[in-house]
């Protein structure tokens, strides 16, 4: 019996570390700043934001600025550091001209690089459809873009604001559905504060996706994708790459060839 009572106590005490350690299992704040980026045309910048506890907060960002319309807004993953996106982008972009002819906009989570505060769902939202609201009276065209984490901030994004297009790099339908494939032994997903719920949040929404994703993904596997595609109502593009995982898409050269095609259909290029 005391062998029973021992394994339900230990049971119970690793499903609430899962639900008390849930944002750091979510948010992993990024790696260290990759230093400042000193080409003219990436201006670094901050922006304030009020927290929850009404102390005001810097969100740290880069902007590459073209004097174009068309604005790129690109939102990270949860182990990602804008600027080594900003570093990737100088190096490739010249090879696309779409992608080297818009402007990229992008913030640091909070708590993620130099930015304050901590991360959270509704933070990670507000502050995206923030940026948004500051950025719209200059340009024509919107598009967003997000890389798993990220992803799920703009099918948030798509349905408060309207966006000309919007491409998804390994998505997800939901955080929820993640954590009860991933931890659903201990039901730590029914408590989940971060849903990121995706496929909720497009369903009435008109927008036109691009998406890609690769082959059995260990990260996010290819079925809560799939459940992802099948609720976007204008799905423009759908490729999976082979001989590429989760993490190596980030630089992988056929990411910025999907993202070139992916503007060329939402520009009507």
């Given at each position: 019996?005391?062998?029973?009572?021992?394994?339900?106590?230990?049971?119970?005490?690793?499903?609430?570390?899962?639900?008390?350690?849930?944002?750091?299992l979510?948010?992993?704040?990024?790696?260290?700043?990759?230093?400042?980026?000193?080409?003219?045309?990436?201006?670094?910048?901050?922006?304030?934001?009020?927290?929850?506890?009404?102390?005001?907060?810097e969100?740290?960002?880069?902007?590459?600025?073209?004097?174009?319309?068309?604005?790129?807004?690109?939102?990270?993953?949860?182990?990602?550091?804008?600027?080594?996106?900003a570093?990737?982008?100088?190096?490739?972009s010249?090879?696309?001209?779409?992608?080297?002819?818009?402007?990229?906009?992008?913030?640091?989570?909070?708590?993620?690089?130099?930015?304050?505060?901590?991360?959270?769902?509704k933070?990670?939202?507000?502050?995206?459809?923030?940026?948004?609201?500051?950025i719209?009276?200059?340009?024509?065209?919107?598009?967003?873009?997000?890389?798993?984490?990220?992803?799920?901030?703009?099918?948030?994004?798509?349905?408060?604001?309207?966006?000309?297009?919007?491409?998804?790099?390994?998505?997800?339908?939901?955080?929820?559905?993640?954590a009860?494939w991933?931890?659903?032994?201990?039901?730590a997903?029914?408590?989940?504060?971060?849903?990121f719920k995706?496929?909720?949040?497009?369903?009435?929404?008109?927008?036109p996706?691009?998406?890609?994703?690769?082959?059995?993904?260990?990260?996010?596997p290819?079925?809560?994708?799939?459940?992802?595609a099948?609720?976007?109502?204008?799905?423009?593009?759908?490729?999976?790459?082979?001989?590429?995982?989760?993490?190596?898409?980030?630089?992988?050269?056929?990411?910025f060839?999907?993202?070139?095609?992916?503007?060329?259909?939402?520009?009507?290029?």
């Amino acid at each position: 019996m005391s062998v029973v009572i021992w394994a339900i106590a230990v049971y119970f005490l690793i499903a609430l570390a899962l639900v008390l350690w849930e944002e750091k299992l979510i948010f992993l704040n990024g790696l260290s700043r990759d230093g400042d980026i000193k080409e003219d045309k990436t201006i670094a910048f901050t922006i304030n934001r009020d927290s929850d506890l009404r102390t005001p907060i810097e969100l740290e960002g880069f902007y590459i600025k073209r004097q174009s319309k068309t604005a790129l807004l690109w939102f990270d993953g949860n182990c990602d550091n804008v600027w080594v996106a900003a570093s990737i982008l100088k190096r490739v972009s010249a090879d696309y001209a779409l992608l080297n002819s818009i402007d990229v906009i992008a913030l640091n989570y909070r708590g993620y690089g130099r930015s304050g505060g901590k991360p959270t769902q509704k933070a990670l939202f507000e502050d995206a459809i923030a940026l948004y609201d500051h950025i719209r009276n200059g340009y024509n065209r919107i598009i967003a873009i997000g890389r798993s984490l990220g992803s799920g901030v703009v099918c948030y994004m798509a349905s408060e604001r309207k966006l000309n297009g919007a491409i998804l790099i390994t998505p997800y339908n939901s955080i929820r559905a993640l954590a009860k494939w991933r931890f659903g032994f201990f039901a730590a997903h029914i408590f989940i504060r971060n849903a990121f719920k995706s496929d909720q949040y497009i369903k009435n929404v008109k927008t036109p996706f691009a998406l890609l994703s690769v082959e059995n993904d260990r990260i996010i596997p290819n079925v809560y994708t799939d459940r992802l595609a099948k609720r976007i109502n204008v799905l423009t593009l759908n490729e999976r790459l082979g001989d590429a995982t989760h993490a190596s898409i980030a630089s992988d050269p056929r990411l910025f060839a999907f993202i070139e095609n992916a503007l060329k259909e939402f520009c009507h290029v």
